[in-house]
């Protein structure tokens, strides 16, 4: 490839990550949303907690084998058959693909439905509602995973539009229905799980008509052929390590959810709605950077340019930290303030609000580790070295169950999200003594490096967050009689992330901070460039 069509591919992998990331904001801002309205529906009350149980069983399915079968088995086989085969031979793995997904997935939404009750006592949870939400929501992954299906179409052709919007359509009919159902169910927790299967269908047949416009057509073919198709053989060798990586990193969930349940009404929810918060940051920052990264990587690896390799991912390791790092402390000095604002309403009680806060404190500070994580592993999977991140998560996966066995029933809500953050933390040190212990180019200066940046970092973070916090005491304390929480919450808040912003942005400026300065000069330039004419 020339120089020339190397940029070109760079500036276009580039508009894809930008276009992605803006997707993905807007679908975790509705994410926030959407648990805006379960709180305003459920609160931490006993349906609340029946609703968060079963729907993170059939979820749980769908990351383990939807997101994780068509990231790393079908696109890549897809696109082999798009570069080297005939058509005809593509249209068979396709519908061969169609028939499979077809089988496995009528034999896993009746087995979900039939042993629903049995499913659900494993989590202690109230056993007719869980049960039946769980019914109502088990064809989500179905749904869903015909959606992973054209998502992986279409990203092999490099369109990334339509399945970015997908979530977001899926957000929609979350928040939506309720609103229009209430109670006529029974209860608003089933509302909200026929919003769910309304939105597995949205993210399907969105996409749909930009894969009936790139002229793709496949259909069923005999269950036997299917199975035996050469592509679906090899979709199905790539299957095997990804599930057992991404089961390792999903059980985290599933058993701080079911270890949740047992502790206390309340608690499972107030866990879910703090890390739907961590996930809005991490969507901001993490996924955008770690989008933009990998495809770096890969080309300095395949060119063995080991210096350009380490200096891209200690580069993204900086720039990551400098928007992480203080958001972290900020969100934990303000957990109370934030979950107020955010969610305090109906039956979103103050008791609501001291439980989520309390667990939004402790997955804070993991923020950073996960947010390392997502860059880490990238560098590992730019060398085709797909075994030592599940390595590090099957391993986090075991630091997690016993911290939560120790720390559940004593600490509740608070133990289980500080040892979801503690698993984090020993991901990340087993990913960076891989790194250290195969070193390639700086890297390990380019990681000395950001350990020393992360810790001024904190020590900035810390200087700016105090006069902060007294600010927001100080107008808290005017408007303490205000009925309405956007004034009562949302005015100190301001005033105390201006404050904290000002200062923070001060001590780089007077440090002259080469992150923060290339972060700007960046975004400046790009705001001055004018579009090209067309000639």
């Known amino acids: 490839m020339s120089e020339h069509d190397s940029s070109r591919s760079r500036a276009r992998m580039m508009r894809h990550a930008g276009l992605l990331s803006a997707l993905t904001l807007v679908s975790r801002i509705l994410g926030l949303i959407r648990e805006m309205t379960k709180a305003r529906f459920l609160g931490t009350s006993p349906f609340s907690d029946a609703f968060t149980v079963s729907f993170i069983i059939p979820n749980f399915t769908r990351r383990l084998f939807a997101e994780g079968s068509v990231t790393v088995a079908f696109i890549p086989t897809y696109k082999g058959y798009l570069l080297a085969s005939t058509d005809r031979e593509t249209k068979e793995f396709l519908s061969a693909s169609l028939t499979v997904l077809t089988v496995c997935l009528s034999a896993a939404v009746a087995a979900g439905i039939a042993f629903a009750p049995l499913i659900v006592r494993l989590f202690g949870s109230e056993p007719v509602e869980t049960a039946l939400l769980t019914r109502i929501m088990f064809p989500f992954l179905a749904l869903v995973s015909y959606a992973a299906l054209l998502q992986g179409i279409l990203n092999a052709h490099e369109i990334f539009g339509p399945s970015g919007f997908a979530p977001i359509v899926f957000n929609l009919c979350f928040i939506v229905v309720p609103w229009l159902l209430g109670s006529r169910l029974g209860n608003p927790a089933r509302a909200m799980a026929v919003g769910v299967v309304v939105g597995g269908l949205g993210q399907a047949l969105v996409q749909l008509p930009a894969v009936y416009r790139l002229g ?55 866990l879910q709605y703090s890390l739907r918060l961590q996930e809005l940051i991490l969507g901001i920052f993490a996924v955008s950077a770690g989008t933009v990264l990998l495809p770096r990587l890969s080309e300095a690896a395949g060119r063995r340019d080991w210096n350009e390799f380490s200096a891209s991912l200690g580069g993204t390791m900086r720039t990551l930290l400098l928007l992480t790092v203080p958001v972290a402390v900020f969100s934990m000095v303000f957990a109370e303030r ?148 956007l004034v009562y919450a949302g005015l100190p808040l301001i005033a105390g992330t201006v404050v904290f912003s000002g200062l923070g942005i001060l001590m780089l400026v007077l440090t002259k901070d080469a992150v923060g300065a290339s972060i700007a000069t960046a975004f400046f330039r790009k705001a001055r460039i004018p579009p090209r004419r067309r000639t």
């Open 338 to 485: 934030i979950v107020t604002l955010l969610f305090r309403s109906g039956d979103f009680t103050d008791e609501s609000v001291r439980l989520t806060a309390s667990a939004f404190f402790w997955h804070q500070t993991g923020l950073v580790f996960i947010a390392m994580n997502r860059l880490m592993a990238p560098a590992f999977y730019a060398r085709s070295n797909t075994r030592t991140p599940t390595f590090a998560g099957i391993a986090s996966f075991g630091v997690n169950i016993v911290m939560v066995l120790a720390l559940a029933y004593r600490f509740k809500g608070p133990g289980i999200a500080f040892a979801l953050s503690f698993s984090s933390a020993v991901n990340s040190a087993l990913l960076l003594w891989a790194l250290l212990r195969d070193p390639v180019g700086d890297i390990a200066a380019e990681l000395a490096s950001c350990a020393a940046y992360a810790g001024r970092l904190l020590l900035f973070s810390l200087l700016a967050v105090a006069p902060a916090w007294y600010i927001d005491r100080l107008v808290s304390s005017a408007l303490r009689h205000a009925a309405s929480r």
């Open 216 to 270: 793709v057509r496949f259909g069923f073919m005999p269950v036997g052929k299917a199975f035996a198709n050469p592509g679906m053989r090899k979709v199905f060798a790539l299957i095997a390590p990804t599930i057992l990586g991404m089961a390792a990193y999903q059980l985290n969930d599933l058993v701080s959810t079911a270890y949740a349940s047992r502790a206390g009404v309340g608690v499972a929810s107030s």
